[in-house]
């Protein structure tokens, strides 16, 4: 009598639970699907073709660039040194370097524009010099850094600390300094994870809209990057707005595939 | 001549050793686990740092809490081998090897002349390429030996040679770590469990209670202090 209903009951389990997982799954896919389907490929390319669209492109793809060059540069050393040394404050410097993570991009913009806006706390004396950040280019790079850099730091705090201090001390013993066992050893063996940070970070970079438009406006070949672009073009331009949705669409599943394939465990 | 008075606070409590290892001599540390064997090699190359204490090399001073002397690690000269050998995973076995070298500036030829010369007498001149995620316990131990003795170390510090070695493996392969301590003609320490290891390789032998010397003395010596705990259990 058991036997019966341990089959039944697995049985309904299971169904449920397919049911779920098919429900949730179209859940996500039919509207990416739908994007495909309200376009015609010939719109789509003709439309790649804009000065809207193809200014958007280039801008974001140069800006996300440069923010994520930045976040490595100045993230890896932190990463490290919170990852190995135990200091006064490392949980208060972890908290922050969290928080626009956390943060919603509305206030990671308001906030930036009251830092470094014509008015701001630092802005109003870097106007003295005629130095101006608020709606610029440089505007939409440091919303991108602010908004992005946790997610490489996050990355690259954990895949140091993955790395097993023996091969470290080993190195020091063979005679390498201790910037020299960061470069050669280990750096080398978080590799993995530092690219999949960067990579994840590159693509937030990419789709950020609210501290962007708040902090650098929203100003076509200055500070139009490609989701500030979608939120104008659909206004008039469908086709331009789907078809720059359907390139970020292409880019985030290449993200995806390629933090999995680097993150595939060597040794 | 290796001297050491290190003094360090544990966990479960305080190590306080006392030793010096002549040149050309192989001192054995023998001890429970946990006793502090590994620590007391950690704590002479200076991946960990004494309370108090004192280490002399030679006529170098390695470590002193009185006058403030602290080399690093880098600069000891001491070839350290641990338990798990550590070779770089994303390194050759030529690269492993070259690696100490490499950090002390020698020029690139210089590099691959020691490299060769070390890799032959060590019989790993086929592996030279190899990545050393390939090889065997026993291969693993040579590679890690050789990436050391490459440098011309004037101390050897060996955690358990060769606990990750083959069993069938181990007796030519102890006797090859013997001829190569004895040719290096330095002071020696090696941290061993097993009793072959102590008979085999030791000129000395020093027993480890809680971080304490409790015995020093030939391995004869000390193996036949039968009311210890731990000598009756390591030659039973």
């Known amino acids: ?52 669209v193809l200014d958007a492109l280039s801008l974001s793809f140069v800006t996300a660039m440069v923010s994520t060059v930045i976040v490595v540069l100045f993230g890896t050393p932190l990463a490290l040194v919170n990852a190995r040394y ?88 063979l005679g390498a300094s201790p910037g020299t066992v960061a470069l050669r050893i280990t750096i080398p063996l978080a590799w993995g994870g530092l690219v999949s940070g960067a990579i994840l970070s590159f693509a937030r970079a990419l789709g950020e809209f609210g501290a962007t438009i708040m902090f650098a406006g929203n100003f076509q070949g200055k500070t139009q990057t490609m989701p500030l672009a979608i939120y104008t073009t659909m206004q008039g331009d469908m086709n331009a707005a789907i078809s720059l949705s359907i390139i970020l669409v292409v880019i985030s599943f290449a993200v995806i595939s390629a933090v999995k394939i680097v993150t595939r465990r060597k040794y | 001549m290796l001297s050491i008075h290190t003094v360090r606070k544990l966990r479960d409590y305080v190590l306080d050793v006392t030793l010096s290892v002549r040149p050309g001599e192989t001192l054995v540390l023998i001890g429970e686990n946990g006793s502090g064997k590994s620590t007391v090699l950690n704590l002479i190359s200076g991946i960990l740092t004494p309370d108090a204490g004192e280490v002399t090399l030679g006529d170098r001073t390695l470590f002193s809490s009185e006058r403030k002397i602290n080399i690093p690690p880098e600069n000891r000269k001491i070839g350290h081998l641990f338990q798990s050998y550590a070779l770089f995973p994303h390194m050759t076995v030529a690269e492993n090897v070259a690696f100490g070298l490499r950090c002390r500036k020698v020029p690139k030829a210089g590099i691959a002349d020691a490299v060769a010369e070390q890799l032959s007498t060590m019989h790993l001149d086929d592996l030279s390429d190899v990545n050393v995620g390939r090889l065997s316990g026993g291969q693993r131990q040579r590679v890690a030996l050789a990436r050391a003795l490459v440098l011309d170390p004037e101390l050897l510090l060996l955690d358990e040679p060769l606990a990750a070695v083959d069993m069938r493996a181990q007796a030519p392969m102890r006797k090859e770590l013997h001829d190569q301590i004895r040719n290096a003609g330095i002071p020696c320490i090696v941290v061993t469990h097993t009793l072959r290891d102590a008979l085999e390789l030791g000129d000395r032998l020093c027993l480890l209670e809680e971080g304490r010397v409790v015995a020093d003395g030939t391995p004869g010596e000390v193996l036949s202090m039968r009311e210890n705990g731990f000598i009756e259990s390591f030659t039973g």
């Open chain 1, 86 to 173: 135990d200091y006064r404050g490392r949980e208060l410097v972890d908290t922050l370097t969290d928080l626009p993570i956390v943060l919603p991009p509305a206030v990671a913009g308001l906030a930036l524009l009251m830092a470094f806006g014509r008015r701001g706390v630092v802005g109003q004396y870097l106007d003295l010099f005629g130095i101006q950040i608020g709606f610029t280019t440089l505007a939409v790079v440091m919303a991108q850094v602010f908004v992005a850099s946790p997610f490489y730091i996050r990355q690259a705090r954990a895949s140091f600390e993955a790395v097993d201090r023996l091969y470290e001390d080993a190195a020091r013993t």
């Open chain 1, 1 to 52: 009598m058991s036997g019966s209903q341990t089959v039944l009951r697995r049985a309904v389990l299971t169904l449920l639970t397919a049911a779920l997982l098919a429900l949730f799954l179209l859940f996500i896919t039919l509207p990416v699907a739908s994007l495909f389907l309200k376009i015609s490929p010939e719109a789509f390319l003709s439309s790649l073709t804009e000065p809207v």
